[in-house]
């Protein structure tokens, strides 16, 4: 169960801690309030763009362009496991990527039950630019001075984060696109080059 003050802070454009699936998560809604106060918070430079956190790939279509390869590239690895950078439906907020937005889709239980309640949320981790994330939510919500009310509790499932991955339309590219690790993370570089040359 997400606890009405989760809830609530959100609704009111605050930001919260929250387990996921690897590092903690510090959660807005993709708001200009929210965006303001998680950026304030995390002393994120405006330039560098979060992700959207969300519970499906229909949930993620309300936002971005969804090709048919980066629904099979998310479905041969684990959930939370990829974030996913795809052109935008319409230009957003440029600390959410303006053009490309990038989509993570939740694997934590509890994560998917807040985004199911609330709708997407960012997905950012929760600790300041350049610091050391904690290993769960509460530790990370009590460093970054969040009230109680505003940590959703829970364990993550480990320190490393979710590998980046952008895909972009390139017809030389007998898929018709190309897929560019931006960020290795808990899934190997080696492994994501392998899967492209399987489907491509």
């Not at 998310?74 to 959410?96: C, E, M, W, Y």
């Not at 290993?135 to 009230?147: E, M, P, R, T």
């Not at 007998?174 to 560019?180: A, D, L, M, N, Q």
């Amino acid at each position: 169960m997400i606890p009405p003050s989760i809830i609530e802070t959100l609704n009111d454009g605050g930001v919260v801690a929250y387990p996921t699936s690897t590092q903690p998560g510090l959660a807005s809604l993709p708001t200009q309030q929210g965006l303001d106060a998680l950026f304030a918070l995390k002393q994120r430079p405006v330039h560098m763009p979060v992700s959207l956190g969300v519970a499906s790939v229909e949930q993620a279509k309300q936002f971005v362009v969804f090709p048919e390869l980066a629904e099979k590239l998310l479905s041969a690895f684990d959930d939370g496991s990829i974030t996913i950078i795809l052109p935008a439906l319409q230009k957003s907020d440029r600390r959410l990527g303006g053009e490309n937005i990038a989509i993570r889709i939740l694997a934590h239980p509890l994560a998917r039950k807040l985004v199911e309640k609330v709708g997407p949320i960012t997905a950012t981790s929760a600790n300041q630019s350049g610091e050391t994330p904690e290993s769960n939510s509460q530790s990370a919500g009590l460093k970054l001075g969040l009230s109680k009310k505003a940590i959703l509790v829970g364990e993550c499932g480990g320190d490393v984060p979710s590998t980046i991955i952008q895909i972009v339309q390139d017809e030389n590219q007998r898929s018709g696109f190309s897929v560019t690790v931006m960020r290795e993370g808990v899934i190997p570089r080696e492994d994501v080059m392998l899967w492209l040359t399987k489907v491509n």
